[in-house]
Nanobody
Framework: QVELVESGGGSVQAGGSLRLSCAASGVTVSDWSMGWFRHLPGKEREGVAALNRFDDTAYTDSVKGRFTISRDNAKNTLYLQMNSLKPEDTALYYC????????????????????WGQGTQVTVSS
């Protein structure tokens, strides 16, 4: 059974940093494509960052140079390091996993991903 559990969200001031974690079970993060999405009420879920088993990565334009996706294979955990946070980064952040999709020319859209976590809230104040 696949389970993705996010943690690390919180409230920070603009310019601050947070590191989100996604602990995976039933998934081998080194062999699957993994991603981060965010969602605000009334808006579509937005792909933030993703990486595949070949270590190819993709980021949405608004976070390039500020966010970094990575994984620790030994801990079977996915991370999202978020620096220089802005109020517009405020959202519920989700971890996602898929066993086969690997095209990282852009962050794959939500329909691609097979498994989802429950989310962790990030709030950035100005």
């Amino acid at each position: 059974q696949v389970e993705l559990v996010e943690s690390g969200g919180g409230s920070v001031q603009a310019g601050g940093s947070l590191r989100l974690s996604c602990a995976a079970s039933g998934v081998t993060v080194s062999d699957w494509s993994m991603g981060w999405f965010r969602h605000l009420p009334g808006k579509e879920r937005e792909g933030v960052a993703a990486l595949n088993r070949f270590d190819d990565t993709a980021y949405t334009d608004s976070v390039k140079g500020r966010f970094t996706i990575s994984r620790d294979n030994a801990k079977n955990t996915l991370y999202l390091q978020m620096n220089s946070l802005k109020p517009e980064d405020t959202a519920l952040y989700y971890c996602a996993a898929d066993p086969s999709y690997s095209d990282m020319r852009g962050v794959p859209g939500a329909p691609v991903w097979t498994y989802w976590g429950q989310g962790t809230q990030v709030t950035v104040s100005s």
